[in-house]
Structure formats: C-alpha cells, structure tokens
C-alpha cells in the first residue's frame, strides 16, 4: 500500500534519475531520447495518478495523503511540465542546453510540487517547498554567462531562502500553538476545544501566508517576479509562472482550507486587501511594459490577485474556481510563453513587444493562437479565460463580495489594455524589423493543444467544471 | 413548432462559413467573396423564412430551443425570439448580406481575414438577438467586441487604433457593470430559491417580485450603463464618433445598423422587463438624456464637413427618438420605438453606403468636395434623396411612420419633451437637405467632379432593396407591426405595476428556501 500511495512521485523522481544516467553512461547519447524518456516518466505518472482518483489514502498521519485534491493538482503539475519540455526542445538545443540536467531538474522540480499537494504535515510541506526551489534556482541560470540571469537566479535564491525562513518560523508557530503540525489535526483539536493558543495561531497563519505569498507573487512579496521572469531561460519563465505559481497555491488552498473552518478564525480581511493590491499593481504596471516577458511576470502577478478573489472564503465552490482559474491561465500562460519561444533565431530572442509587429500577415496561424491566448488573458469570450473568469466573479459574488468583484472586474478592463496591444501590433501595425520565427513541431504541436483548448474550456467548461466541483476532498 | 433547429441553423450558419471562408487560399479573392456572401445570403433567406413561419397572434417566445450547456450553475443554450427580436434578426441577417456585397470592391487587402471577422461578428450579433439565457447573452454580447476591434482597427481610417481601443474599452467597461448585476440577480436567485439558473424568465419574475428597491436601482443602473454606452445615450457617446469615422463602411453598417440597435434591445429585453417600476421611474432622466441627445447630436450633425460624421451625428441623434419611445411605456410608443430600430438601421445604413460610393470614387468625403452631382450622377443623387428624405421621416417612407408612433406615444405622458423631440425632426431636415443641396446641386469647385461614373449596377442591386424596404415599411407596415405589437403588448403587461404578485414574499425576506413549485406558481403562464 505504501508505494501504490507514493507511486506518482516516485515514477517522476526515477525518471529525473534515469535521464541523468542515460546521459552520463550511454555511448551515443540521443538528445531527444532524453525528452522522451522524461515525457514517458510524466505521461506514466499521469496515468498512475488518474488511477488512484477517487481512492483516498492517508499515509503516516498524513504526512502523505492521496485525495482528489492532490490528484488534481498532481496531473495539473505534470501536464504542464510535459508542455514545458515540448515547448522548450529546439530552444535548448540552439543555446547548446541541451543536457540530462535540464530535464533531471524539471523532473525533480515537478516531484517537489506534487509533495506540496499532497500532504497535511507542514514539514512534508516544506520539503516539496525546498525541492521545488532549488531546481528553479539553478534553472533560472541555466543558460550560463548572462549576468541577468545570474543575477535573476541569486536574487531569486535568496528571497525564497528568505521566505522559506519565514514558512519555517510559521510551522513552529504553529507547533508552539498546537503541539502538532498537521493542518488537519490543528483544525480537529480546535474544533474539540484542545488547548491552542489563538494568538499563537493568528502569527503562524500570518507567516504561513507570507513565505507562500512569495510563492504566488501576491502584492507585496512579489519583486522579485519581473527580474526573474525577465532573467531566466523563457522555458523555464514558463516553468515559474505555470508551475511553481500553482504549486504555491495548491499549498495555500491545502493549508487554509483546513485551517480557517476549523479555527473560526477568518482572515479574510487580508486575502481582501491582498487581492485587490495584487491585482491592481499587478495590471497597472503591465501596461507600462515594453518587453513582453516583463508584461507577462506582471499579468502573473495580476492573475494572482484574481485568484486570491474567492480564497477569501473557503468553500469547496471557491477551491473548484480557483483550480478552474489556475487552470485556464496556465493553458493561454503556456501558449504565451510559446510564442515568445518561436520569435527567435538559433540563441538570439525577440521579446520585446514591437517585435510581434505585423506577425499576423507573415505568420497567420501563429498570431491567430497569439490573439487566442491574450483574449483568454483579458477574459473576452469566448476563450477559456472568460469562463474561468465568469466562475471566479460569480463565487465571489456568492460569497457576498460584491465590491470585490466590482475592483476584479474594473481590473479586468485595465488588463484588456495591454493584452490587447499585443493583437494590435500583430495585427494593425506594419513589421518594422525583420523579426525570424523558429517553429519547431513539438512546439507547434503543444501551441494547437494549448490553442485548442483555450478556445474549448471556454464553449464546454461544464464537464471539467462539475469535476473539480462534485469530487473535491473527498 | 418544426423539428429542425432552424434558429440554431441561423445563428451558427454564419460562424461555418467564417470557418469554410479560413481553409481556402487567400489569394483566390474571388472565390472567397462568393462563399462569404452566399453564407451570408443564404442566413438571410432563412430569416426571411421566420417572418412567414412566425406566428404572429403570440407575443412570447416561438421557435425555442434548449439545451443544457454548463449544468452545474445552470446555464443553458436556451434561445428563441418575439416579434422584436424577430425582425432585429432579419435586419442583422439583411445588413450583413448587403454589407458583404458592398464589401466587394470597397476591401482589396486581406479579404478573407475580412470576411471571416464579419461572418463571426454576424453569428455573434444573431446569438445576441436570439439568447434566453443571460449567460449566453453576456457572451455573445461580449464576443462581438473581438471581430468588430478588428474590423475597425485593420480595416478603418488613419486613427482607426485610437478609435477601436476605445470602441472596446468603453464597452468592455460598460458590459463589467453588467456582468456584476447579472451575477448579483443569479445568486439571489439561487439564494431565495435554491435554484441555480441563468433562465431569463425565471430570474426576471424573481427580480421584478422579491428585490428590494434599492438593489433594483443598483442593478439598474448596472444593465442601463452597460446598454446606454451602447446605444449611444448621451453623455456616454464619446466612443461613438471616433467608431464611426475610422471604420470602414461595411463595420459602420454593423455598429451603426445592428450593434446600436442591441442596446436599445438590451434596455426593452433585460433593464426594463427586469426593473419595471425602476425603469418607468427612469423615463425623465433617460427622456431628457434623450432629447439632449437629439438636439445635440443634431446641432453637431450641422457644422460637420466630413460627411461621414454628418451621418454619424444623425445616427446619434435619431437613435435619441428610439429611447424616447421605448421609456414613454405606451404601446404606440414602444411599438414606433421597435419600428423606428428597423428604420433607422436601413436609413443609417443606406446612408453610410452612398457616402461610402463616393468615397470609393474619389478617396474623398467632405461635403464640399462635391457638387451638381445631380448631373453627373442623377442614379445615385435619387437614392440619396430618397434616403435622405426616409431618414427626416417623409410621410410615406419608413422613417415617418416610427417618428410618428413615437411621438404620439411620448405625447400621451409628456408634452413638452414631445415638442422638444420634434424640433429634432426639424433640425435634421434643416442639415440633411442642407447636405443634399450642396452634394447634389452646387456647382463644384473641383471639374473632376463633374466626370464621376454613375453607379455601377452592383451598388445598384445592394442599394434597391434598401429602397424597397423603406417604401413597404412607409406604405405598408402593417405585416411588420402586426407582429411586433403582440410582443410589446406583452412586455407592457409584463412590466405593469403589480404583474409579479409575490404571495410568497415574506418566505422570500426571510431567506428561506421554498419549494420550487410555490415559486412557479407565481410566474404567468405557470
């Protein structure tokens, strides 16, 4: 029973092995076995996952649980590391990054997010937290000898060692209050009158948020976002901003869910004020952004901000939004990301925003996923980002925040703004450069998925809607 | 009624073309207008087809269709239509055939990505005349934003972006407001009576029921911004002279034919049957905003030189008539306003189509670049008189026949804004003939002129059955308000002081679930 619990997890850990020692050992290494060796590991884990849907296990007091939450998230991890290695094939191999390490670190990255999913035990918690930060930092400098990245990679070391320490500090808040560290036995021991320190409680849950607040890029831990994103390897930009964001929230939704019924505690005062502040700042400064990697580090930030909307309440509508949001934004976040992957040559980028000028009549097919995407962003219908957005408002609504959904949706115009620069100028304004465009077919191949989809969870949302809503924690 | 979805087919026949249009080669131009207009055509034929199969004794919804879409908050694609948004569909279905046709020669670059932005925009305009369901409205309402920013920002003037930026972010601003009362309506809704739905019926006999007043004020407001920006109502039209100027003349069709028409379609089919006593309290500042509208958009229309926002101006203006009749909540008033939305949408349009003939021969469209064009081109000089004379409301054209209506109905309950609205009337006649004059007979300064080619017999053929129209609906309008009367009738019944009884209100107040069968019983018809 053990290792059917822990099978996902292990499946994406061996393969991160496995690529590393194909490529130290095998005589003729072939670059994209290591890809699909890795992609093999991910689907597998998938699967596996898919399997154990609908069949909760607790392992160790929780220190590893299975539920359909963690099932959710868990596939949610490994689908869009599976996008990141097919979107980010060619560009490694004309920046000569090509390596075992590059997929072993993803791998081991991915493993890290899918333990912050699945366990009540805040140091279990902690350790997905760790696993996934160091790949990151030593991805956001993988492509070596360029001082932004260096510099993005040790400002971003160093402010998630920072915050990981206030995460720590919180956990023992939180043992000092309770005398355990399992959420779940926190809230029980509350619920049956157990001795526990509220104050105690009030500054372990107000730590907690911050060290995850920094994961998730909320107003005001998110500084470090824009350098980062801007600094690192685009693939692995796209990395940080699908999957390490997510993560962060799987952790917050894991923690507060259980946490805030259980101590009759409501901080929903500060999601309120950390919204609103997220997604505003979040939007104004994009529109200010000339280089898209940049405008899109503050979208991410802004999207942040919506999702932080419902998770003023937590009910089990706010958590199937929120996954739902997360959802469509790493879908057209992927796609996005993709694009800006294809506008290069060999290890040269075009990633400032007048360089989409014209690409809707030198390359039709790709603008048109281009304008799809930054429409899902803006949350026009009838792309996926509408239906996400809709669902987000109208459980925000339903949890009586009527004036934060006014704020959400005021942001949301200001969003269409400079979302929709980026269909101007691919569309309504001449090509001034001659800007070249590397497509490659696992790329166009993921963008046609990505595309698709955006286009489809926005007409039939319905299927995947009373999934993440009937089966959630049970 | 019949087996076949045969409103679906309408809607959606457009959205396969604008899929066909995208798989052939862009430079086979000809062939791509071909299967364009003939989707097109064939959608309005189709149209036609409802107005026979129309039953015109009802005034609820015919040709309904329901499936459900999103089950877990309880969206449905649930569509039909009445009398008013009967003939709003065969007007959208009409102007885009022609506006296709039109386009012919006026769009020589990118044509497909053209024709495949107008039939999108086309089924997204049909699905919102057609949508039952408020969440399906809201998304084809916002979903025609996305061709007609294209259409306007590739296809318009010189400032077309500043133009179509803002076209969008004005409305987007507005459609928000919206939204959030839709939203704030659903979960009451669902509050009161544990019942998740976007039905527009049966939020709206929640609505008008069980609200207190002053959350209906709010949500008012919210659908009445979102609608009025629309429209234009002034003060919200500042989007609209940038719009119409930049676009190209087919997207002027659209936004000056159709698009205008969905806010006063949004205010008769959502702001007003949900807000009944809201709405009737309404009609002095919507009156008054109105005739400032009319006579200020009047006043601008006259020392405009470009004639394109001469008739951007008067579109402006006459569409202040439309809100005029529609709040004055007597039959004759509502059914001119529904009319007069027919009216002005072929009017506005035919207008917009001649400026555009002129400017397709010259590149120009001041006033006084042209001259004596009665000589050179007595075709084209007739079809504008007649146009001209149908838009100040000549008795036996159409025009009349709805500023009529309106304005008897609007007398009923105000004198004064009536003989306010009328000097409208005057003054419209006063720079449109003014224009005519100068177009037709001054001699020009410029001999070129004076050479311009007749019309060709193209744009003979997309400017006659415009011509047509506007004789029948001034001669003969009785097949037109026979039908449209029965859904207003209704609509006034609905909207009556004390329609919705609520026996069960105090169950209501008190947030208590009731069972669903108590609550339908106080839905009419139920």
Same mark, same amino acid.
């Given at each position: ?34 890809? !699909? ?108 000898? &360029? ?47 157990? /001795? ?42 796209? !990395? ?13 939704? &894991? ?159 200001? @969003? ?36 698709? @989809? ?21 | ?19 066909? /249009? ?107 005349? /057609? ?118 003349? =087919? ?158 109905? /609007? ?5 004064? #804004? ?58 003969? =309008? ?44 106080? #839905?009419?018809?139920?």
């Amino acid at each position: 029973m053990f290792s059917y619990l822990f099978m996902p997890i292990i499946i994406v850990v061996f393969t991160g092995l496995l690529v590393l020692l194909y490529d130290v050992l095998a005589v003729n290494v072939r670059k994209e076995h290591l890809l !699909f060796i890795s992609l093999a590991g991910l689907i597998i884990s998938t699967l596996y996952s898919a399997i154990l849907w609908g069949l909760p296990f607790s392992f160790m007091k929780g220190m590893l649980v299975s539920d359909n939450f963690s099932i959710i998230f868990s596939v949610f991890f490994l689908l869009s590391s599976a996008f990141i290695l097919l979107i980010s094939y060619t560009y490694l191999n004309d920046n000569n990054l090509n390596v075992g390490e590059y997929y072993a670190l993803v791998l081991f990255a991915t493993a890290g997010m899918m333990f912050m999913a699945s366990t009540f035990n805040l140091i279990v918690l902690y350790l997905g937290l760790e696993l996934l930060t160091l790949p990151l930092a030593i991805l956001i400098c993988f492509k070596k000898g &360029r001082d932004f990245s260096h510099e993005a990679s040790l400002k971003f070391f160093i402010l998630s060692v920072f915050s990981s320490a206030f995460f720590l500090f919180g956990i023992a808040f939180m043992f000092g209050a309770a005398g355990t560290i399992n959420i779940a036995q926190v809230a029980g021991d509350f619920s049956t009158h157990a /001795v526990i320190s509220l104050p105690y409680l009030l500054i372990s849950a107000g730590l907690l948020i911050l060290g995850l607040g920094f994961k998730i890029s909320s107003v005001p831990f998110h500084i470090w976002t824009p350098d980062v994103y801007h600094g690192a390897p685009t693939p692995v930009t796209a !990395f940080l901003s699908a999957g390490a964001k997510v993560a962060g929230f799987a952790a917050l939704i &894991r923690i507060f869910f259980y946490l805030f019924p259980g101590i009759h505690l409501s901080l929903t005062e500060v999601f309120i004020v950390l919204s609103v502040i997220t997604m505003t700042l979040g939007n104004i400064v994009a529109i200010a952004q000339r280089n898209i990697k940049r405008m899109l580090a503050y979208s991410s930030i802004a999207h942040s901000g919506y999702v932080l909307m419902v998770l003023t309440v937590f009910t089990p509508a706010s958590i199937s939004s929120a996954i739902f949001y997360l959802m469509v934004y790493v879908i057209a976040n992927l796609g996005a990301f993709g694009i800006v992957l294809a506008l290069r040559q060999k290890d040269r980028e075009y990633i400032d925003i007048m360089h989409f000028s014209g690409l809707a009549w030198k390359r039709p097919l790709l603008a048109g996923f281009m304008a799809i995407f930054m429409l899902s962003l803006a949350g026009v219908p009838p792309t996926a980002g509408f239906m996400g957005k809709f669902y987000l408002f109208s459980v925000t609504v339903k949890n009586g925040f009527t004036g934060l959904v006014i704020a959400g949706l005021i942001n949301s115009v200001l @969003a269409a703004y400079y979302y929709l620069r980026i269909v101007y100028l691919m569309y309504m304004k001449e090509e001034k450069e001659n800007v070249p465009v590397t497509l490659f077919p696992s790329l166009g191949v993921s963008l046609f998925i990505l595309g698709i @989809a955006a286009i489809y969870f926005g007409i039939f949302p319905s299927p995947i809607i009373s999934l993440f809503k009937t089966t959630l924690f049970h | 009624m019949t087996d076949i979805p045969i409103l679906s087919i309408i809607v959606f026949l457009p959205l396969l073309g604008a899929v066909c /249009v995208s798989f052939i080669p862009g430079q086979n131009k000809p062939f791509i207008k071909l299967v364009a207009f003939l989707f097109s055509f064939i959608t309005f034929l189709l149209s036609v087809s409802l107005f026979f199969l129309f039953n015109p004794s009802v005034g609820t919804f015919q040709f309904m269709e329901f499936v459900p879409w999103i089950s877990s908050i309880g969206a449905n694609y649930s569509i039909g239509i009445d009398g008013i948004s009967l003939f709003l569909l065969m007007l959208t279905t009409f102007l885009t055939s022609i506006a296709i046709l039109y386009s012919f020669r006026s769009i020589g670059s990118k044509v497909k990505e053209f024709m495949i932005f107008m039939l999108f925009l086309n089924t997204t305009m049909l699905g919102v005349f /057609v949508s039952l369901d408020m969440l399906l409205f809201y998304l084809f309402w916002e979903a025609m934003l996305i061709p007609m920013y294209f259409l306007i920002g590739i296809w318009g003037g010189e400032r077309r972006v500043y133009a179509t930026m803002k076209f969008f972010l004005y409305t987007m601003f507005g459609s928000v407001l919206m939204l959030a009362a839709i939203l704030y309506i659903y979960f009451m809704h669902q509050k009161a009576t544990g019942i998740s739905t976007f039905d527009l019926q049966s939020l709206l006999a929640y609505s008008t029921a069980y609200l207190p007043f002053k959350t209906r004020l709010f949500l008012f407001l919210g659908f009445a911004i979102a609608f009025a920006i629309k429209v234009p109502l002034f003060p919200f039209h500042t989007w609209l002279p940038d719009a119409y100027t930049e676009a190209p003349i =087919p997207g002027n069709l659209l936004l000056a034919g159709i698009l205008v028409k969905m806010g006063v379609y949004g205010f008769l089919r959502f702001a007003i049957p949900f807000f009944p006593e809201v709405s009737r309290d309404f009609f002095y500042p919507i009156g008054i905003l109105a005739v400032i509208g009319i006579i200020y958009g009047a006043l601008i229309a006259y020392v405009q030189k470009d004639m394109k926002k001469l008739i951007a101006y008067s579109s402006f203006s006459q569409v202040g008539f439309i809100m005029l009749g529609i709040f004055s909540f007597t039959d004759t008033g509502m059914t001119g306003g529904v009319l007069q939305m027919i009216n002005h949408g072929l009017s506005i349009s035919a207008l917009f189509l001649l400026v555009g003939m002129l400017y397709d021969r010259t590149g120009k469209r001041g006033i006084n670049d042209f001259g004596g064009l009665s000589g050179s081109m007595p075709v084209f000089s007739a079809f504008l008189l007649i146009t001209i004379l149908s838009s100040i409301g000549l008795p036996g054209l159409n025009g009349f026949v709805g500023e009529f209506l309106i304005l008897l109905g /609007v007398f009923k309950v105000n004198i004064a #804004l009536t003989a306010i609205a009328s000097t409208g009337i005057i003054l419209s006649a006063i720079y449109m003939l003014w224009m005519f004059q100068k177009v037709s007979y001054v001699t020009p300064a410029d001999r070129e002129v004076k050479k311009l080619p007749d019309l060709s017999l193209r744009e003979i053929l997309i400017l006659v059955p415009i011509i047509l129209m506007m004789f029948w609906l001034g001669l003969y =309008p009785k097949p037109f308000l026979s039908r449209i009367e029965p859904s207003v009738k209704n609509l006034i019944t609905v909207t009556a002081p004390g329609h919705f009884v609520a026996p069960v209100a105090s169950q209501f107040l008190s947030d208590k679930k009731i069972p669903e069968k108590t609550f339908l019983k106080s #839905l009419p018809g139920k």
